[in-house]
């Protein structure tokens, strides 16, 4: 089955600075990509998403990045504000199957 | 909100019981997906539900079960409960569940307390 490894586990930068939290998955048929954003308490929020199809996605202040052959894929936060603050899971899916979900990242942007 | 829709929000019982924990995916989704995340952990995937049939199975334990019914909604069944088990436990649906690209919405997720 896939398995998806997510680094680093807590991440604290200043606010301003750039976040990046890097994934890597072991299903080379895995295709769909998505990034949510846990606040404390609430449930998972989809942030972001990629599909093989494409290498890079940005939205605003958020960026994606995919790399097929090394089977790894990263979100790039800019500009971080104290509201970016929460854990960030990346996950990993076949067709939506299943997905399969990294461990988190606690990101925490000091002001 | 999501329009994913988790009942009870809060649960607290004994070791060897068993609970039933229901949701209620968006209007117009086929796709049920399970996933519990105990503290300070990940989310892992148990199992996904599409048009009421069993789509694919993750680390779901033999105590546990799930159904989905023919209204869609559907219930995960947990038993022989141990204090391991006390998580949150989310259900997320989606339109598809084979090929197309649709994303996973979350409900607020039920959060278990075995005591």
């Known amino acids: 089955g896939e398995n998806v490894e997510q680094h680093p586990s807590t991440l604290s930068v200043q606010e301003g600075d750039s976040a990046v939290i890097k994934c890597t998955y072991s299903d080379s048929a895995s295709n769909y990509f998505p990034w949510y954003k846990q606040e404390l308490g609430k449930r998972p929020q989809l942030i972001i998403d990629i599909r093989s199809n494409v290498g890079e996605k940005k939205d605003q202040r958020i960026a994606v990045t995919l790399n097929k052959t090394a089977k790894h894929f990263s979100l790039h936060i800019t500009e971080t504000q104290p509201e970016d603050s929460a854990v960030y899971f990346c996950a990993a899916s076949y067709n939506f199957n299943k997905f399969y979900f990294g461990s988190g990242t606690k990101l925490n942007v000091k002001p | 909100d999501s329009g994913v829709t988790q009942t009870p929000k809060h649960l607290i019982t004994a070791t060897g019981q068993r609970v039933t924990l229901r949701c209620s995916p968006r209007s117009g989704d086929l796709s049920v997906y399970w996933y519990q995340q105990s503290l300070d952990q990940g989310l892992q995937f148990l199992i996904q539900?599409?048009?009421?049939?069993?789509?694919a199975k993750g680390n779901i334990l033999e105590r546990f079960s799930a159904q989905q019914f023919p209204d869609l909604h559907s219930e995960l069944n947990l038993s022989s409960l141990e204090l391991g088990d006390s998580a949150l436990y989310f259900c997320a649906s989606s339109v598809g569940g084979g090929g197309m690209n649709t994303e996973a919405f979350f409900g607020q997720g039920t959060r278990l307390t075995v005591v």
């Open positions: 539900y599409y048009n009421g049939e069993e789509r």
